[in-house]
T-cell receptor
Framework: GDSVTQMEGPVTLSEEAFLTINCTYT??????LFWYVQYPGEGLQLLLK?????DKGSNKGFEATYRKETTSFHLEKGSVQVSDSAVYFCALHTGGFKTIFGAGTRLFVKA | GAVVSQHPSWVICKSGTSVKIECRSL??????MFWYRQFPKQSLMLMATSNEGSKATYEQGVEKDKFLINHASLTLSTLTVTSAHPEDSSFYIC???????????????FGAGSRLTVL
């Protein structure tokens, strides 16, 4: 079945460091891909999305490119801030908007 | 636009009681709502899918008599945890899918979640 695999955390970085969180997927057809962020004690917020191959989603300095050839959707940010500390979930939507989530990657950013 | 509200955001109850969690789409009509459960430091697991006016479809391993889902209108779905026990303590999150805005774009929005603690 459809699935999402993302790198295990936690990831600990210093402020202004470069961030990459890897995400690969397995799906039939052509899913839409998403990154969600969950701040401590809160629900999910959509961070960015891409709906077709080679699309690049971007928001708040984060970006990810839908790579069909490698079935990947890696999240990157050039310079992280303490406020970026959160859990990041890679996800895909199957037909009917059922969302399949990766396990989540916890990010800690130190000042 | 496309806002989903969950209520309550926090609830503490005694073992054996039932708890109802509401999920409302505030500015669009949600033809489909999804309920997820998240254990501490884990990912979200889909519990069930509900379509307005019909019975919910439960994922394998989810007890339908334990977790009652009702989607009686296009803006409201409820999850009732019946005879709650400490192992039901978790973070429950809903999402709603429907057409929103003047363009009628298809949207999927998550609620902020409801944290249930059963004593």
């Amino acid at each position: 079945g459809d699935s999402v695999t993302q790198m295990e955390g936690p990831v600990t970085l210093s402020e202004e460091a470069f961030l990459t969180i890897n995400c690969t997927y397995t799906a039939t057809g052509y899913p839409s891909l998403f990154w969600y962020v969950q701040y401590p004690g809160e629900g999910l917020q959509l961070l960015l999305k891409a709906t077709k191959a080679d699309d690049k989603g971007s928001n708040k300095g984060f970006e990810a490119t839908y790579r069909k050839e490698t079935t990947s959707f890696h999240l990157e940010k050039g310079s992280v801030q303490v406020s970026d500390s959160a859990v990041y979930f890679c996800a895909l939507h199957t037909g009917g908007f059922k969302t399949i989530f990766g396990a989540g990657t916890r990010l800690f950013v130190k000042a | 636009g496309a806002v989903v509200s969950q209520h309550p955001s926090w609830v503490i109850c005694k073992s054996g009681t039932s708890v109802k969690i509401e999920c409302r789409s505030l500015d669009f009509q949600a033809t489909t709502m999804f309920w997820y459960r998240q254990f501490p430091k884990q990912s979200l697991m889909l519990m069930a899918t509900s379509n307005e006016g019909s019975k919910a479809t439960y994922e394998q391993g989810v007890e339908k008599d334990k977790f009652l889902i009702n989607h009686a209108s296009l803006t409201l779905s409820t999850l009732t945890v019946t005879s709650a026990h400490p192992e039901d303590s978790s973070f429950y999150i809903c999402s709603a899918n429907g057409l929103a805005g003047s363009s009628g774009a298809n949207v999927l929005t998550f609620g902020a979640g409801s944290r249930l603690t059963v004593l």
